[in-house]
C-alpha cells in the first residue's frame, strides 16, 4: 500500500490541525511543501479540480483525495488507533467546533496578512528558502502573493473590528464551553485540535512546537486578543504539550 502523501504549508493552521490529527492516530505519510500560485495547476490536476478554489492541505491515500484538514482528520480516525478524534455520539459538536475553529481561522487570515506583508523581515521569511537569494526582489513577490491572498479569500470584505468580534464569539464560545476544564467533549478529541490550532492567530504556539521566524511570529500575534484570552492561549499549550510531539531540532 502507498504511503500517504500530504500537500501542506507549514506555518499554515489548517496544515497543522490536519497533521495533529494524523499523529494522534499514529498515521505515516509524507509531506509535500506547497507553493502557492506556482504549484496551483499541479495540484489542481491531481485533484482533478479545474474549477474553483484549491487549497492545501489535501491527502492523497488509499487511492483518493481529500481536500481539507476535516476530512483528514476523518480519514485518519477511520484508520484505528488509541485515540478517538470523533466519539460517535457527538458527531454535530465536532463538526460545529470545526465550523468555529474555520471561522476563527478565516478572521484571523485576514488580520495578520497585512500585517505580514507589511513587515520587510516577516515578508522575507514567507518566501521559499531556495529563492530568499533573490534579495531585494522578494518584496514584489510577497506583494503579490498578498493580493493573491486578498482576492482569493476577498480579505478586505470585512473590517478589522467586525472581524475581531466575530473571533470573540468564537472563543468566549470556547471559554464557556472549557468552563476551565480540559477537554470540549470530555477526552481529547479533534474539537480539542481544532481550536487549539485555532488559536494561532491569537498568538502562535512556541517554536518546539511549530517553527516560525521571529518576524512571522511577531506579525502573526494580535496583542489586543492575546491579552484579552491569554487564558486559553495557556490551555492551548497545555494541550500541545500533552498531546503533540515537538518537532525535531
Partial sequence: MATPVLYQIHYSPWSEKARWALAACAVAYRKVEYLPMIETPLLRARLGRWTGKVTVPALFADG???????AIAQ??????????????DRKAD???????SETVLAHGRALLTPRVGGDPAAALEQVPKGL??????????VAFGVRYLRDKYALEAVGQSERRAAIRTELAALR????GGDHLLGTFTYADIAMAV???????VGDQHLRLGSATRAAWR????????????GWRDRLYDR???????
Avoid at 480519514?75 to 460517535?88: D, H, M, T
Avoid at 530568499?132 to 513577490?141: C, E, K, N, V
Wanted: aromatic share 12%; net charge negative; no cysteine.
Fill in 132 to 141: 530568499r537569494w533573490i534579495g531585494p526582489l522578494s518584496a514584489p513577490l
Fill in 64 to 70: 483518493r483525495a481529500y481536500a481539507d484538514s476535516f
Fill in 94 to 100: 465536532s463538526e460545529a467546533w470545526n465550523v468555529r
Fill in 198 to 204: 485555532a488559536l494561532q492567530v491569537v498568538q502562535p
Fill in 75 to 88: 480519514w485518519a480516525a477511520s484508520r484505528g488507533g488509541v485515540v478517538q478524534l470523533f466519539p460517535a
Fill in 222 to 233: 494580535d496583542p489586543e486578543l492575546a491579552e484579552e484570552f491569554a487564558d486559553l492561549l
Fill in 176 to 179: 464557556t464551553a472549557l468552563a
Fill in 243 to 249: 498531546f503533540r510531539r515537538p518537532v525535531a531540532q
